[in-house]
């Protein structure tokens, strides 16, 4: 797969540009495939494309979308092997992770075409009895999305399964870090027989170029999944026009473990998630309040289950843990760590480049305890393999304390006590808020509160952001 060149989808279309840029494996550090560079000319062709073929999909029937997506979906799963050894050789991501990724995609493609069948369009009744009233739900139109790195194939498939069974049209740009799985996966779009124009993947790295699909006025909708400042900035960017907006942003998901938890079982949930995926994980579990009546307890189990975990990418034994995605990335998290070490935090576990991965942009699973607020590791989103723990008393107003954060997209509770578990979900400012067991599926809502974003993604929440509600009016009785 070495320098392999791969090429963008336009109108159906498989194409190349005059420039490229590189693509490097994380677990080994070596370029694996270039892909292309989209020009301004492109932009504009992608644009036009993505219009004249919504005129053509928005009218093409349920049914006869549903044949084609999920045919999409079994020739996916018919290269299954080939895809999630590509998405291995991009990311570093342990086997298990990766075919997780690969699953949600086709996930995704036979939930949402499911849940378009269960689109209601609802009566409203004329206080006169002169009218008929309904609400009619249409497409809206282009959908241009802009993916993170973390989950390639789970955010295709949050954006583009939605957009086919709406009868929307796509313009989606991958990570430039993680681009070489969603191309592939848009090329076998291609022998499924969906009109030209309807799926378009493009890559860049740079923005200055691809602004345009976000300041043209042929998108209705702008998505994106990525961090706050990203997002914010390319809201601003597109409101050169009215456009809808659906982005899943940044999160610093707090967890509350109550004294009357049950200790191990929350220590092993919060691990096996923290470290999931290395800790690049938008709900990834940041500041870990826990009771000091079971706080040491609490450590020991934590710091015992994440002993467990065994570096590697790919194919390898045991509970793994790949790599962060690149050196800068790396350099930022230690560097989260070396500061809150300074300031009197303890290290528990880990907080060093492992000493027999000379290659690669690995970091030992990381545990610090004794954390204070006002450290940057309980402030910032982590997106790395860190669990910073933060002990509280009976006299701390926990919730409080959980909320003290401008974002709000994931938080978790562990407790005994049914009346305490849900009054913290209830007060707590999350999108998502999980009581004694991480849970997450397409069809529940995913999206966050305050500075996490705006908007969902799974679930008919999601489906009905690319939709219309149009009011239609008809005289019946004169």
């Given amino acids: 797969m070495n320098n392999t060149q791969y090429k963008m989808i336009i109108n159906g ?34 644009l036009t494309a993505a219009n004249q073929a919504f005129a053509v999909w928005s009218k093409v029937s349920l049914a006869e979308r549903e044949k084609l997506m999920l045919a999409y979906a079994d020739l996916l799963e018919q290269h299954k092997d080939e895809i999630v050894d590509i998405l291995i050789s991009e990311s570093g991501k342990p086997l298990d992770n990766a075919e997780y990724d690969f699953g949600m995609l086709v996930t995704c493609l036979r939930y949402f075409i499911e849940e378009a069948k269960r689109v209601e369009q609802p009566v409203i009744v004329d206080p006169d009895g002169r009218f008929h009233h309904y609400i009619q739900r249409q497409p809206i139109g282009v959908a241009v999305g802009f993916l993170a790195w973390n989950f390639p194939l789970l955010n295709f498939g949050y954006k583009l399964a939605p957009v086919l069974a709406s009868g929307c049209t796509s313009i989606i740009k991958p990570s430039q870090v993680t681009p070489l799985a969603t191309l592939r996966c848009a090329e076998l779009a291609l022998e499924v027989g969906f009109p030209a124009g309807v799926i378009n993947v493009i890559t860049s790295n740079d923005y200055d170029v691809t602004n345009p699909l976000l300041t043209s006025d042929i998108p209705a909708l702008f998505t994106m999944i990525g961090s706050t ?68 307890e609490f450590i020991a189990q934590a710091k015992a289950h994440a002993q467990g975990l065994v570096l590697g990418a790919g194919r390898g034994e045991g509970r793994q843990m790949g790599p962060v995605i690149n050196e800068k990335e790396r350099a930022r998290i230690l560097s989260l760590v070396d500061d809150a070490v300074t300031k009197g935090a303890t290290l528990t576990l880990g907080g060093k480049i492992p000493a027999d991965k000379t290659k690669g942009y690995y970091m030992e699973p990381t545990i610090l305890s004794d954390v204070k607020l006002d450290m940057s590791v309980a402030s910032q989103e982590i997106f790395g393999p860190v669990l910073p723990i933060i002990p509280f008393t009976d006299e701390d107003d926990i919730i409080a304390l959980a909320n003290d954060c401008e974002y709000g997209l994931s938080a ?67």
């Fill in 229 to 296: 400042n990203s997002g914010i900035k390319a809201m601003q960017t597109a409101c050169t026009s009215v456009k809808h907006f659906s982005v899943e942003l940044g999160g610093n998901a707090p967890v509350i473990v109550y004294d009357d938890a049950e200790v191990t079982k929350a220590a092993h949930n919060i691990i096996d998630l923290k470290y999931g995926n290395s800790g690049q994980v938008c709900v990834s579990p940041n500041r870990c309040f826990v009771h000091e009546s079971v706080y040491e």
């Fill in 412 to 478: 978790y509770v562990y407790t005994t006590n049914l009346k305490r578990g849900m009054q913290a979900a209830n007060e707590l400012q999350a999108g998502s808020v999980c009581v004694n067991e991480v849970h997450y599926a397409v069809h529940l809502p995913h999206g966050g509160l305050k500075q996490s974003g705006v908007g969902k993604d799974c679930s008919r929440y999601s489906l009905e952001e690319y939709l219309t509600n149009k009011r239609v009016s008809i005289l019946v009785n004169d």
């Fill in 13 to 46: 279309e498989l194409v190349s540009s005059s420039s490229s840029f590189e693509v490097v494996n994380p677990d080994n550090e070596q370029v694996i495939a270039h892909v292309p560079q989209i020009e301004a000319k492109q932009v504009d062709d992608v």
